[in-house]
């Protein structure tokens, strides 16, 4: 069994914790680990007290080979499974015990075989953990050539189409995406090595990588520049009407920290619920305003009395109820937002004077108001 030095330590402050308590002097743990010849062998792990003098191996001790009444063996096992063993010399010759003795002994060998059933599963997880960064080390190695290929494709795609305007357009919005998933590639492969994340995500999935470079300046129009092309080509394809500002503000174009990147997370959830639950036909747009943004859709409306369960987890409105979904993306895009100062609702007359009048302006059915702390957001950088 490999032995962290963290296992070690706690083994041997159980030991310690024990002490010199009724006539014990001498506590020594074993190991059970299976033999060629299938006969349970024993390791040597810890003793107390700590004897710079080593101890002979469990098999060549000739002291164990004759019956002590000064010494005992509790049975260190998880369930029915023998994990190992705790060697127990006192100064008891009489071989009477005292009951408290021997359940305080008891109680260890329980305490010591949760440690080791613990280090036991840490080291199967960690094995598994190496597994499957190798396994993504190796999918990102695999997909970068037909990723590269690709692109030299559309490249000379595009030379062959020469002045066609609304081809070369496609095309470009393919080199785009490309990108994208190049980027995406390279989030996946330092995902491989351990890191930690900007803020606490929790247990629910991502729909896009996050920003792990943190040293890397990011702006808002960055982040979004590619969701609202892919929204705009979606809106396309569907034949609907899509909205957006004609010029990003100041404030989308100063460098922000890297921990603001879920906003890109959170508008992507907005854009894709928009899409999924509005009808086919309607309105679906973001608009950019001072304090945040607007992300509204013409489907059908949601109403009042679920406007603040819409965004618990789980919760399916009765505007999405015949749409396939999980009810998890609304109560993740709140969780995201005010895990990095902001807000999200969905906007209701009269509850906030900002945006009564751009609501009334554009006259949409379901408008989610996304609040930023903007000065926050720049002042980080600077």
């Not at 164990?64 to 063996?73: E, F, H, Y």
């Not at 499974?81 to 009489?94: D, P, S």
């Not at 992300?295 to 919760?315: A, H, L, R, T």
Request: proline share 4%.
């Amino acid at each position: 069994m490999k032995r962290s030095d963290e296992f070690q330590d706690l083994i041997l402050k159980q030991l310690e914790s024990f002490g010199c308590f009724m006539g014990v002097k001498h506590l020594i743990v074993y190991f059970a680990s299976p033999q060629e010849n299938s006969k349970a062998g024993f390791e040597l792990i810890s003793q107390w007290p700590n004897f710079e003098k080593s101890l002979l191996p469990f098999d060549d001790d000739p002291e164990l080979k004759v019956a002590s009444p000064n010494r005992r063996w509790y049975p260190i096992q998880d369930k029915e499974l023998l994990i190992g063993v705790l060697r127990v010399e006192t100064e008891i010759e009489n071989g009477e015990w005292p009951l408290s003795l021997d359940s305080r002994l008891k109680a260890l060998s329980s305490s010591l075989a949760k440690c080791f059933a613990i280090e036991i599963d840490r080291q199967k997880n960690n094995e598994e953990i190496n597994n499957l960064r190798n396994q993504v080390k190796i999918v990102v190695h695999q997909l970068r050539n037909p990723l590269a290929a690709l692109t030299t494709y559309a490249k000379l795609l595009m030379k062959r189409l020469g002045s066609d305007d609304n081809a070369r357009e496609i095309i470009e919005s393919m080199l785009v995406e490309q990108s994208q998933i190049n980027n995406y590639l390279n989030s996946f492969e330092k995902v491989s090595e351990p890191f930690r994340f900007p803020i606490e995500l929790g247990e629910e999935r991502l729909l896009l990588p996050p920003n792990l470079d943190n040293l890397q300046k990011i702006t808002i129009q960055s982040l979004l520049k590619p969701i609202l092309e892919r929204g705009k080509a979606n809106a396309k394809l569907q034949n609907r009407i899509w909205t957006q500002n004609a010029h990003w503000p100041t404030w989308t174009l100063e460098s922000i920290a890297s921990r603001y990147a879920v906003v890109a997370e959170i508008i992507a959830n907005l854009l894709e619920n928009a899409f999924k639950y509005s009808d086919k036909n309607s309105e679906v747009g973001i608009l950019i305003i001072d304090s945040g943004f607007l992300i509204f859709d013409n489907g059908k409306k949601i109403s009042k009395c679920e406007s603040e369960k819409i965004f618990e987890k789980g919760f399916r409105g009765s505007a999405s109820k015949d749409i396939k979904g999980s009810g998890v993306g609304l109560y993740l895009a709140r969780k995201l937002a005010r895990q990095i100062g902001g807000e999200l609702y969905l906007c209701e007359e009269g509850v906030n004077n900002e945006i009564i009048n751009l609501k009334k302006d554009l006259k949409k059915t379901n408008i989610f108001h996304l609040k930023l702390p903007i000065e926050q957001m720049n002042r980080e950088v600077k």
